[in-house]
C-alpha cells in the first residue's frame, strides 16, 4: 500500500477534534460516556470455602485457574466458575443517600486462547467464525446487588466457561494430564447508578485445561472413610484435587460414601 497525504478537508477535521478534545473529555466525565477506569473494577478471583461461600476478602484469592474437562457433568450450570471480588471506587456520598451505589445487572465473558495445540486451535477459530457458535466463546450472563460507593465491596459468581464448550474441547482427544491448552477469560461487569451506566475495568484470568489432572485417588464406591480430597466447593471440574469412586461404568467425584 502506497502512503498518501490527508486531504485539506481531513488536516482542517483533525485540528478541530484535537482543539475540541478537552471540552469531550469533561462533558464525558459529565454525561458518562463510556468508561472511566479506575471507578468501577473486578480486584481479585475468590477463592470460595466450604458451601460454595465467596469471601469478600482481598487477601484470599488466586491467580490462576485449572479446568479438567474430563470431570464437566452433562446438565451442569457452567464448566468454570470465577468468584470476583467487585470494587465501587466511585466518591461516597456523606450521609444522605447513596446516589453513587452501583446496582449490578450483569457479566460479560469472552473467551480467548493463550497457547493451544493445532486440534483445538483450529476448533476455537471454527467456532469463533460461526454465527450461531460465536455465543460459546463472547456471552453475558444476568446478575444483581449493589456496591456502595466509597470503595464498597461485593463477591459473586460467574458462570464462566460453557459446557458444551468444555465437551468440544475434551473431544479432540488432544487434552492429557498436564494442561496443554491455555485460554483467558475476560471478565467485565456492568451495573447503573442513580443517574449513569458503569461497566467496570475488564478482569482478565488464565485457566489451564486438563483431562484428568484433578482426579486424586480412585477407588470401588463407596469409600469406607472420608475422602481425602473433596474438590471445589463450587464446582468439582475446576481448582482443586478430588477423590472418586467407580460405579460400574461411572466415576463418582467426590466419593460416596458408607455410612457408618
Known amino acids: 500500500m502506497i502512503p498518501h497525504e490527508p486531504r485539506p478537508w481531513a488536516t482542517d477535521r483533525l485540528r478541530r477534534l484535537r482543539a475540541a478534545s478537552p471540552l469531550v473529555l469533561a462533558a464525558c466525565a459529565l454525561a458518562a460516556c463510556g468508561r472511566v477506569p479506575g471507578q468501577f473494577e473486578i480486584v481479585n478471583n ?32 457452567s464448566a468454570f466458575f470465577v468468584f470476583p471480588l467487585l470494587r465501587n471506587n466511585l466518591p461516597g456520598s456523606g450521609s444522605g443517600p ?54 464498597g465491596q461485593v463477591s459473586a459468581l460467574v458462570a464462566a466457561f460453557p459446557v458444551e464448550l468444555a465437551a468440544r474441547i475434551l473431544g479432540t482427544q488432544v487434552l492429557g494430564l498436564s494442561p496443554s491448552v491455555w485460554v483467558n477469560l475476560r471478565i467485565r461487569s456492568f451495573g447503573r447508578t442513580t443517574t449513569r451506566d458503569m461497566e467496570s475495568d475488564p478482569f482478565d484470568y488464565p485457566v489451564a485445561i486438563c483431562a484428568g489432572c484433578l482426579i486424586a485417588n480412585v477407588q470401588p464406591c463407596p469409600y469406607t472413610a472420608a475422602p481425602q480430597f473433596t474438590g471445589n466447593p463450587c464446582n468439582v471440574a475446576q481448582d482443586s484435587p478430588v477423590d472418586c469412586c467407580i460405579n460400574g461404568n461411572d466415576l463418582v467425584c467426590p466419593p460416596t460414601v458408607v455410612s457408618q
Not at 49 to 60: K, N, R, T, V, Y
Not at 108 to 129: F, Q, R, V, W
Open 98 to 151: 447513596d446516589t453513587n451505589q452501583i446496582t449490578l445487572s450483569s457479566f460479560a465473558i469472552d473467551i480467548s486462547l493463550l497457547s493451544a495445540p493445532p486440534a483445538i486451535t483450529e476448533l476455537i477459530n471454527g467456532l469463533e467464525a460461526g454465527a450461531a457458535t460465536s455465543s460459546l466463546l463472547h456471552y453475558k450472563t444476568p446478575w444483581s446487588g449493589n456496591i456502595g460507593s466509597g470503595g
Open 46 to 77: 475468590q477463592v470460595p470455602s466450604a458451601g460454595c461461600a465467596i469471601p469478600a476478602d482481598e487477601g484470599l484469592y488466586q491467580g490462576q485457574g485449572r479446568l479438567d474437562a474430563s470431570l464437566v457433568q452433562i446438565g451442569s450450570e
